[in-house]
């Protein structure tokens, strides 16, 4: 890939707690996401961002934190925001659920984050505790640089395939 940056360890829970606020304030899932995306009635809409609020990355972190990207609008110098993120939501389409942007705007790609209205169930499974596993065996602390391997090609083509080697699709596409 093009651009291999590493992500940057950041150990304290009271920061990941406002970093995360910033880019994913109270009420911003349900406001902004799709029903239809949650597994059962017993699902909830999270606000799902990345970089990950836990890292020196995150758009919630400013510089005078210690954050490497401050999520700021365009002529913004402080407020760090989530409405500086892509913005996507996931829906049901058929038997398969997808990211939508937001009110139909697509991204610059100069956005430093992403934040998205997904199932809380596929939102908080989807690491389980391997994140926690991964720091402790690894041996991980405040700072430490790490990568995430998403799997895509230099044309944003996931190349992991599932079961039968079929690859998942992760393009992105304007309507």
């Known amino acids: ?3 291999q940056k590493p992500l940057y360890y950041m150990g304290d829970s009271a920061q990941n707690t406002r970093s995360r606020g ?5 009420g911003w899932a349900a406001a902004n996401g799709d029903a ?18 836990s890292s020196y990355n995150s758009g919630g972190m400013s510089a005078s934190e210690g954050g490497l990207n401050p999520a700021l609008l365009p002529g913004g110098t402080s407020t760090r925001t989530g ?6 939501y996931a829906k049901k389409h058929d038997s398969m659920v997808h990211l939508f942007s937001l009110n139909g705007t697509g991204p610059t790609f100069s956005e430093v984050c992403g934040r998205s209205a997904i199932s809380g169930m596929h939102n908080q499974e989807s690491m389980g505790n391997h994140f926690a596993t991964f720091m402790r065996d690894m041996r991980i602390m405040d700072k430490d640089a790490y990568w995430l391997d ?15 080697g079929q690859p998942v699709i992760c ?5």
């Open 1 to 3: 890939m093009a651009d």
């Open 171 to 175: 393009q992105l596409a304007a309507e």
């Open 36 to 53: 239809s995306a949650l597994v059962d009635a017993s699902d909830a809409l999270n606000c799902d961002e990345f970089a990950f609020a």
């Open 83 to 88: 409405a500086a993120c892509i913005g996507t």
């Open 150 to 164: 998403t799997q895509m090609d230099d044309g944003g083509t996931c190349t992991y395939g599932i079961g039968g």
């Open 22 to 26: 910033r880019i994913c304030p109270t």
